[in-house]
C-alpha cells in the first residue's frame, strides 16, 4: 500500500484492510444496510449520493476493497487509506487536508446493523466517500481540516477520546461482557461530567457533526440528507426527516450545541447549500486563537494544558506547554512561559539546535518593544542597529523593554532568517520584571525570541515530525474479536448460503441445499432472522414454488414478533426481498 507520500508522523494510523477477514456474516450485514440505504437515499439524499456511490466503486453486493475506492476517488482530488477504528482527530483532520479520506476498515455487526457508535466501513465508505464527488462539498472538507488542524485540543478532549474509543471498541466486540460495556459507560460518563471548558477543538468537532456528520441541506421544511451519519445509518437516515426532528438554519452557533453519539440526534442543522457550509466555517476560523494570537489566543493554550504552538511576528515559533502569559501595564504580553519540553521552529521546521531534548525544562522570553526603539518590531533590526545595542558576539548587553523587562548577559549568538531576527543566544544572563527573576545565570544559556507581539496560536508543535509523539497522535489498533464455537458455525452457514447465491443454485438444486443449511440454522442461532431473510430472497427469486417459501415466511413473522426493532428490521428486508 502507497504511503510514501504522507508525513512519516500519519503513516503510523495505516493498516493493511485483510480483506480476507470480512466473514459472509460481515458481507450479509453490508449488502442489507446498502439495499436499504440506496432504497431510501435515492429519494431523501442530496442528489449526487447515488451518483456518487457508482463513481466511487461502493457495490450493494459486497464490502468495497479501499485501494479500489481510492482509485475512482483520485478523479476528485482525494485518495482513501484504511485506519483502525477511532484515529486521534488531529490525525484525521491532517490526513483530510492532504486529500486523504481515512477509511475504517472495520465492519459492524449484526447486533449493530441500524446505528454503531464505532466508525466503520459503512460509514466511510457508503457515508463520506460518495458526497465527495461534489465540487463544492469536496472544497468545504478540506477548508474544514486546514482550519481544524489548526485548532488547540485539550488534555481533557483527549481524555474524553480515548473514553470514546474503547466504549465503541468494547460495544463492537462480540467478546465483551455486559460488565465490561457498563465500566466503559461509567467512564465516559465520569470523563464527560469533569469538562471544564468547550476548547476549539470541540467547537470544530461539533461543527464537523452537525455537517459532513449529520448535516441536512436544501429547503428547510423538506431538507435532503448530506451527513455520512445519515447516509450510512438506516434507522437515522428516516429518523432525521421525521417532525420529532427539530430542523435549525444552520450558522455558527451550530458549535454551542453537544451532542451524544449514543442516542439519535434530537436536532439538526439545515445548510441552504454547500457553500453555506464554507461561510459558517470562515466565521469560526475567524474566531480562533490561530487567526486571533495575541493574549486572548495564548490564554485559550494555557486552559487547554496541552503542546501547543506561538508564533510572533518574526515568524519565530515557540513549540510546547504553555502555562503563563505574563502582561506589562497596558495589558500587552511582556513574557512568555513554558514548561517541559520545548521546540523552537521558523516557517514549521525545527530550528537546529533547538529541539524538545535541548528545551527540556521548558522555555521563557520577553515579548514586545525595546525602549531604545519604542514602535519597531526588534526583528526588524539592521545589523548596524543592534551593533548600536552591544548585540555583537562577546559583548555585554543591557536590554530594556517598554513592558519593563530587563535582560542583561553576555552575547554568543544571534539567528536571522529572511533578513529578520529570531533568537538571541545569552550566557551569564538574567532576566527580570521588577522583583519577580524570570531567568537566573546559572540557569544556563537563555535563548530570547525576537518578535513584538504573539501573531498567533495554534495547536500542536510547529514541526510535529521533529518534536516527535505527542498524546492527540497516540496509534492504537481496534482489537480483534474472540469467537465462541457456536459463532464460527453460525459464520460457516452464512458463508454456505453466499456460496449457494454466487454459485446461482436455482430450482429443487437451492431448495436442497438451503433446507440442510436451516435445519442446522435452527440449533445454532434460532433467533438470527437475516439468515432467514437471504434465504427467503434467493427462494424467491430463483425457487417461487418451493415448499420453503411459507416456511420461511412463517420463521420471519415469529421473529418479527420479538419486539419493534427486529420487526421493522425484517419488514424493510421483505420489502426489498420482494415478499411484500
Request: aromatic fraction near 8%; proline fraction near 5%.
Amino acid at each position: 500500500m502507497e504511503t510514501d507520500f504522507l508525513p512519516p508522523h500519519l503513516r503510523k494510523y495505516v493498516v493493511e484492510q485483510h480483506y480476507e477477514k470480512y466473514t459472509a456474516i460481515d458481507q450479509a450485514v453490508w449488502r442489507y444496510i446498502l439495499r436499504q440505504l440506496k432504497a431510501f437515499l435515492s429519494k431523501h439524499a442530496h442528489e449526487c449520493y447515488v451518483e456518487g456511490l457508482a463513481k466511487t466503486g461502493i457495490d450493494i453486493e459486497r464490502i468495497p476493497r479501499i485501494e479500489d475506492v481510492s482509485i475512482k476517488l483520485e478523479e476528485f482530488g482525494w485518495r482513501a487509506l484504511p485506519v483502525s477504528g477511532f484515529i486521534p482527530p488531529a490525525a484525521f483532520m491532517e490526513l483530510q487536508s492532504l486529500g486523504v479520506l481515512p477509511i475504517a476498515s472495520d465492519m459492524r455487526t449484526l447486533d449493530h446493523l441500524l446505528y454503531t457508535p464505532a466508525p466503520d466501513i459503512v460509514h466511510e465508505a457508503a457515508g463520506h466517500a460518495p458526497i465527495l464527488i461534489h465540487p463544492e462539498f469536496s472544497d468545504y472538507l478540506r477548508r474544514y481540516a486546514q482550519v481544524a488542524k489548526k485548532a488547540i485540543i485539550s488534555k481533557e478532549d483527549l481524555d474524553l477520546y480515548e473514553a470514546i474509543r474503547d466504549l465503541s471498541d468494547i460495544k463492537e466486540n462480540p467478546s465483551s461482557t455486559p460488565e465490561q460495556v457498563k465500566a466503559a459507560e461509567e467512564r465516559l460518563d465520569k470523563v464527560g461530567k469533569s469538562i471544564t471548558h468547550i476548547s476549539e477543538a470541540s467547537e470544530l468537532s461539533r461543527m464537523n457533526w452537525w455537517t459532513a456528520e449529520y448535516g441536512l441541506i436544501g429547503d428547510l421544511n423538506n431538507p435532503k440528507i448530506f451527513g455520512a451519519g445519515l447516509l450510512s445509518s438506516v434507522g437515522e437516515s428516516k429518523w432525521c426527516l421525521s417532525a420529532k426532528v427539530k430542523k435549525i438554519p444552520l450558522t455558527v452557533d451550530c458549535i454551542k450545541t453537544s451532542y451524544d453519539i449514543t442516542e439519535p440526534q434530537p436536532q439538526l442543522f439545515v445548510a441552504t447549500d454547500f457553500k453555506n457550509l464554507v461561510q459558517v466555517l470562515d466565521e469560526m476560523a475567524d474566531q480562533m486563537a490561530f487567526r486571533v494570537g495575541g493574549l486572548k489566543g495564548l490564554n485559550k493554550a494555557i486552559q487547554a494544558e496541552s503542546v501547543n504552538t506561538a508564533e510572533l511576528n518574526s515568524g519565530i515559533q515557540i513549540s510546547g506547554q504553555i502555562v503563563e502569559a505574563i502582561t506589562d501595564s497596558a495589558g500587552g504580553v511582556a513574557y512568555l512561559r513554558l514548561q517541559g519540553p520545548s521546540q523552537l521552529s521558523y516557517q514549521d521546521a525545527e530550528l537546529s539546535g533547538h529541539d524538545k531534548n535541548y528545551h527540556a525544562h521548558g522555555f521563557g522570553t520577553p515579548i514586545g518593544f525595546l525602549k531604545s526603539h519604542p514602535g519597531q518590531c526588534p526583528s526588524t533590526f539592521t545589523d548596524a542597529e543592534w551593533l548600536s545595542l552591544n548585540v555583537t558576539p562577546g559583548k555585554t548587553v543591557h536590554l530594556e523593554f517598554t513592558s519593563g523587562v530587563v535582560v542583561k548577559g553576555e552575547v554568543q549568538s544571534r539567528i536571522t532568517r529572511d533578513g529578520k531576527t529570531l533568537l538571541i543566544s545569552l550566557t551569564q544572563a538574567s532576566a527580570q520584571l521588577q522583583d519577580r527573576v524570570l531567568f537566573a545565570p546559572e540557569w544556563g544559556t537563555f535563548d530570547m525570541a525576537v518578535g513584538s507581539q504573539v501573531v498567533s496560536v495554534f495547536g500542536g508543535p510547529a514541526d510535529r515530525e521533529a518534536y516527535g509523539e505527542t498524546t492527540d497522535f497516540v496509534a492504537k489498533r481496534v482489537p480483534a474479536p474472540k469467537y465462541s464455537e457456536t459463532e464460527l458455525k453460525r459464520r460457516g452457514l452464512y458463508a454456505a448460503l453466499r456460496k449457494a447465491r454466487e454459485d446461482k443454485l436455482q430450482g429443487e438444486a437451492l431448495t436442497t441445499t438451503l433446507e440442510k443449511l436451516l435445519a442446522e440454522h435452527k440449533t445454532v442461532a434460532p433467533q438470527d432472522w437475516l439468515l432467514y431473510l437471504e434465504a427467503l430472497e434467493l427462494v424467491l427469486a430463483r425457487a417461487p414454488q418451493s415448499s420453503l417459501k411459507t416456511q420461511l415466511e412463517k420463521d420471519l413473522s415469529q421473529l418479527a414478533s420479538k419486539d419493534e426493532k427486529t420487526s421493522g428490521l425484517i419488514a424493510d428486508g421483505l420489502v426489498l426481498a420482494g415478499a411484500l
